[in-house]
Structures are given as C-alpha cells and as structure tokens.
C-alpha cells in the first residue's frame, strides 16, 4: 500500500517536472491554439509523399489547424503547448492493425511452437484459467503503454472483455478499434458464438457514439472457430449496425486444409460463397492466399494486415504481400499479440516486413522503404476506414501526431529520411506522441499512464501464473 502511494506521488512529481521542461512552455497571454510540434522534417505521408523541412503543425481542438514554415507558425499563433524540433522528425502516429493486446501478460510463456499446437496446447487452456477483467485491464495497460513509447496511436484489438480494453485505451488516450471476440469456442465471456454475437451487439451499442476514440466492431475468430453461417450471421450483425470486421484469415496451412476438407473451397474463397466480405472487413495475416484469392481480396476492397514477426517465429510462412499489392490488394501492418511476437514494436514489423519481401522475391526492389511507411500509416488509415480523419498530415486531420529523434549516433549520416526511419529508427527513437490533439507522451516521460504501478500489477498477476504452472508440473 505505501509502496504505491510512494509510486502514485513520484508519477505526479514527474508530471510537474515534464510540464517545467525548457522545451515545453506555457504562455500567459490567451492562446488560440493549443500545442505547436516543429521539425526538421515532416513526413506528411499524403498521396505525393511530401516531406516539408523546417516546418511546424498548429494544433487546436484535436485537428491540425495549419502546416507551415516554422518562423511563421511562431509569428502566426500563440500556443499553450510549444514543442521544440532541432534533429527531430515528425510523422503521422503508426496503426496497429492487429493486436491482442492484454496477452502481454503471456509474453514468452510459449514460445517456439507451431500456431495450433501453441493454440489449443497452451494458449486456450492459460486463458481459460487465468484471464478475468483483471487480467485483461492490466494486460492492456501494459500493452498500451508499450505501444505509445514506440510512437503508435491507434490499435486494432481483437480479444475477451471488449469494454475493459475500451475503458483502458480511453484511459490512456490511445484510439482503438475494439472487437467483440466472437467464436464458437466457449470463452471467458461467452459461452458459443450465438451468445457471443448477443454480447458483440450489445458492446457496439453501449460504445457507438461514446467518444472520438473508440471504435467498437466484431471480432470473429476464424473460419475454424466458427460454423459458417455463423460467420455469415456475424457479418450481417456488422451490416446492421455498420461497422467493421475483424478475422483471422488465411494464416496458416492448417486453415486451407480445414476449409478444403469442410467445405471443399479455400478459406478465402468459402468466405466469399456466404458475401462475407459485403462490408468493411480487416483481414489478418493472409498468408496462404492463391492467385485467385488474391483477386477477390482486390475487388471485394478487403484490407490485409501483414503480421511478419508472428508469422515468422510460428512459422506460419511468408505472406505473398507484394504479389497482393500488384493486384491492388490495400496492406496495411500489425503486431499480432505479444504471446507470439514478443512485442509490439511496429519499426520491426516495417523492417521485417521490407526485408522479407526481398530475400523471398530475390528482388531488392519490391517493398521499399516508403512503401512500408504507408502501410504502418496511410494505408492503416483506409483499411479501418478512417482515411479521411488519421493516417496523413495535412490540414483539417486528426492530430495522432509523433515527433522522432534522429540526433543519436545511431542515426548519423543520414542521407535518406523514409529510408532511415525503416531501416535504423526503433521505438527508443520517440521522443513525444500526441493522439486526437493530447500530448500522451513527452520527452518519452508518460503523461497518461504510471509505468511503476503497471511494473507491480504485472508482476503480480506473471508471479501468480509461474506458481500455479509449477504447482501443475
């Protein structure tokens, strides 16, 4: 108890100590605007792939009120909020386009398994023993707190207790695109997919119109955790109430041998019989698609989120995503969960990512560096469907804003601004993150969250799985 109150008061001095900081001032005079971020270099991210240099954004009320040279910002407006930008780099906040994020708290504890032997072996029977509302609150506390310091705004999360992980990314102020998990597997929060689809509907409604940052949509797990009229029921839930999809699609080949043998079609193709794909839909993995698949995930605008590190260390295989982006297929970039990752670290998918399209293509070409970047931003953007709000910078557009370093060691020379952001940039390289126009984080200090209490939280509920694992041995 003293200990986190000791915690409590340091996290609040850091606070005053941040807002004291030379880089961060406060005026006296009536401000009209509310934060102004400079740079060296602004990545805009938009359809030219414009980089302004020596420039500077005015934020008020959450939007990006004006974009233009720094002298001239600081002549033009009075702010409450002036964060400085000598060596830094500004860019739009990454998108997560696919995450777990309270399997945190299972980070290594299965490591080196095929994906249905991590599965049905070890995950499914951990989160039948130990996942609650605690878990899942603390889960994604740290989740979130992890993806902030490595510069991403916005996650799209599929996993049991959808309303505490929304109440937890409000909390942080991070955006988020909340499933309702659907599976016809009884689960933490339900006991088959019908009833699953009764909570889905329930949580949609209960978040709709909430706040700005919270995007509640449903979550089906997979064409072999599920029935398919039950999928098809799922997507006409997500019809009615017009959000988005979320699945599993594609990953492994387990899946296509499943689908052959149930319903003599691929996944891809099955889901397309019952117009599963009538409506925004977020596709993760696609990593055994055929050349005919393909084609229907380019007519049927359906988005493919590419989850490298997970694929790889399952061994999943290796996702054809430059054949997909030929044909027109919109890819954007994921994490997946930290039980299968280990972490949630998007400059490792953009670099994995990049890499692993060259060395199986043979073509050091395909995927470069700006091409990543677009997925891990604009391209994010329009797979949520959210491209007219994040994802660029520009004028009248969400500020989900992050300032970068690139003054390190590490960095020098620097000839190539979207190259070195792919290729050496890592989430230690963000030094300030502002999401829906709030600074969330500055000079890499938390202003949103305490990292000493979730350090305890976790290392609470991590104590209590070892022993009860070691107990069971």
Known sequence: MYMRLINKLIFILSLISILGSCDLTIKSDNPNVDIVIEADHILTMNSKDEILNGSAIAIKDGIILDIDAKEIIQKKYEAKIIITGEQRIIMPGLINGHSHAAMTLLRGIADDKSLIDWLNNYIFPLEKKFVSKEFVRVGTELACWEMIRGGTTTFVDMYFYPDIIAEVATRCGMRALVSSTVSDNQTPNAKNAEDALINGESFINRWKKKNSLITPILGPHAIYSMKLEQLEHTRNLANNLNTPISIHLSESQFESEFSTQNYEMTSIEALESINFFEGTTIAAHVV???????EILAQRNVGVVHNPTSN???????????????????????????????????????????????????DPEVLPAIEVLRMATSNGAKIIGMENEIGTIAEGMKADIIQIAYDDVHHIPSYDIASHLVYVTDEQDVMNVIIDGKLIMHQREFLTLDTEQIREEVTSISNTIKETMNSNQ
Do not use: C, F, H, Y
């Open 288 to 294: 055994w698609p055929s050349d005919k698949e393909i």
């Open 312 to 362: 790889m260390k399952l061994s999943s295989g290796v996702a054809p995503i430059s054949k997909m982006i030929e044909a027109g297929v919109l890819v954007g970039l994921g994490t997946d969960g930290a039980a299968s990752n280990n972490d949630l670290d998007m400059w490792e998918e953009m670099r994995l990512a990049s890499l692993l399209q060259k060395v199986t293509s043979m």
